[in-house]
């Protein structure tokens, strides 16, 4: 097996997005192909304004932690297992399987906190729509009901919230659009419910992924029918009337994380910037201007399979990626890639951490100094760190939804949510549903 060093030992590449062409079309789609055939693979988070943001130099937040007390009918990990699951410092709080949602397949996972109720939720992406669960009892969950999509089933959904709102996108799915759903209808609800959308948006058909910038109110679509399947720009700043307000399209965009910039390029601070995983490459885009975005570097790496998905450490100073394909291409271990952003305008990779598990990565979260990363047949994986510059990446949980087997693939674990102010953690499972998860 290859290890880390060999990537580190690769020539890093900055380049211009104008001067480096995109994955060709028909590899693109020949990559969809073995996606849709294995019935996972290939969308993400996407996102923007969950997590705390600390200020340049400063330590990393501390962890979150677990509120909610585990109560009686909490399955602990003992021995290397919570029941039928293998795990490692992760208790089993509840599962809702993907039936129990009106479902036949989940895929993407979000979560949302009704400040007027202290209720949460987990909003569940599925083949054939959205559906809501009531977590706030961890060891009881309640399906409230579904949204369904707004037109065919789709393998991939993306929800992201903005001010009590959840935005739905899907890919391959027909005039899907941007659904709009007010969270606070889940109040009164009567289970199991179904829901329609507040509006729709229908400036796009369909959308690979979804990213929001909490501070800000913009939305940004990716993997569009428009805008050259870059970022379509929308102003959420009303949460139920969104209006399209600019494009980057120099190049194709799988999946973002916008901010306001508060790292230590002080030539860009407070500025907003969208940190793109471009399938062959990583861009950082000045949006701050959503009329005329500005590319500011273009970043590749030795054995890139696809740059899939990745988040920025609260400090803005450090960005981890999961490169989907590098697993099954070059006979690696799980890996994440870590790289320095303190020059936005020629980021630098630092090292790769490799795992002792062989599964294919797919989506993390950074909460605190704490990776939450949800990879397919392995499950979730919780990684902590120091100071990334000093290469201290190291796992100190993890929970495998997917028994099955740990092998490079597409099935298992889809995403992650590891924000909720109880300090419960989310995971979604394509098969194997919803899990509710604490660290113990």
């Given at each position: 097996m290859r290890h880390g060093a060999?990537?580190?030992?690769?020539?890093?590449?900055?380049?211009?997005?104008?001067?480096?062409?995109?994955?060709?079309?028909?590899?693109?789609?020949?990559?969809?192909?073995?996606?849709?055939?294995?019935?996972?693979?290939?969308?993400?988070?996407?996102?923007?304004?969950?997590?705390?943001?600390?200020?340049?130099?400063?330590?990393?937040?501390?962890?979150?932690?677990?509120?909610?007390?585990?109560?009686?009918?909490?399955?602990?990990?003992?021995?290397?297992?919570?029941?039928?699951?293998?795990?490692?410092?992760?208790?089993?709080?509840?599962?809702?399987s993907v039936e129990e949602m009106e479902g036949s397949r989940s895929n993407d996972i979000w979560g949302w906190v009704d400040a007027q109720t202290d209720r949460e939720y987990a909003l569940m992406g599925m083949s054939n729509g959205t559906a809501f669960v009531d977590i706030t009892d961890p060891e009881s969950p309640q399906v409230i009901g579904l949204l369904p999509t707004q037109a065919g089933t789709s393998y991939w959904r993306d929800i992201k919230v903005y001010r009590d709102h959840a935005y739905v996108v899907a890919d391959n799915a027909g005039a899907h659009g941007l659904q709009v759903f007010d969270l606070t209808r889940l109040r009164d609800a009567v289970p199991p419910e179904t829901f329609m959308p507040d509006i729709v948006y229908v400036d796009f058909e369909y959308a690979h992924n979804l990213a929001i910038n909490e501070d800000t109110g913009y939305a940004y679509a990716v993997g569009s029918d428009t805008c050259g399947h870059g970022l379509h720009i929308i102003d959420i700043r009303t949460p139920n009337n969104p209006l399209f307000a600019g494009c980057h399209s120099t190049v194709r965009t799988h999946d973002t994380q916008c901010v306001v910039y508060r790292g230590p390029d002080a030539g860009h601070r407070d500025r907003e910037i969208c940190v793109s995983s471009n399938e062959d490459h990583i861009e950082v885009v000045d949006v701050t201007l959503k009329s005329a975005p500005v590319t500011l570097s273009s970043t590749a790496y030795g054995e890139l399979g696809f740059v899939h998905q990745g988040w920025l450490t609260e400090d803005h100073r450090f960005f981890f990626l999961g490169d989907e394909f590098d697993?099954?291409?070059?006979?690696?271990?799980?890996?994440?890639?870590?790289?320095?952003?303190?020059?936005?305008?020629?980021?630098?990779?630092?090292?790769?951490?490799?795992?002792?598990t062989a599964s294919t990565d797919h989506n993390l979260y950074v909460a605190g100094n704490r990776v939450f990363q949800a990879n397919y047949s392995s499950g979730l994986r919780i990684l902590e760190f120091d100071d990334p510059a000093n290469r201290d990446l190291v796992e100190i949980a993890w929970f495998d939804t997917y028994p099955e087997d740990n092998a490079e693939g597409f099935e298992g674990a889809w995403s992650v949510y590891p924000y909720l102010p109880s300090g419960v953690i989310i995971v979604s499972d394509q098969t194997n549903g919803l899990f509710v998860l604490s660290l113990q």
């Open positions: 060999h990537l580190e030992s690769a020539m890093l590449f900055n380049f211009s997005s104008q001067t480096h062409p995109n994955l060709k079309p028909d590899l693109t789609i020949a990559f969809c192909v073995i996606w849709i055939t294995l019935a996972g693979g290939c969308s993400s988070g996407g996102g923007g304004g969950s997590g705390s943001t600390v200020t340049a130099g400063t330590s990393p937040p501390p962890p979150v932690t677990p509120v909610s007390p585990l109560g009686s009918q909490t399955v602990r990990c003992e021995n290397g297992m919570a029941g039928e699951y293998a795990c490692s410092g992760v208790a089993l709080r509840s599962r809702v697993e099954i291409s070059f006979g690696v271990p799980t890996r994440t890639l870590v790289f320095d952003l303190t020059d936005l305008d020629s980021p630098r990779y630092v090292y790769t951490h490799e795992a002792a």
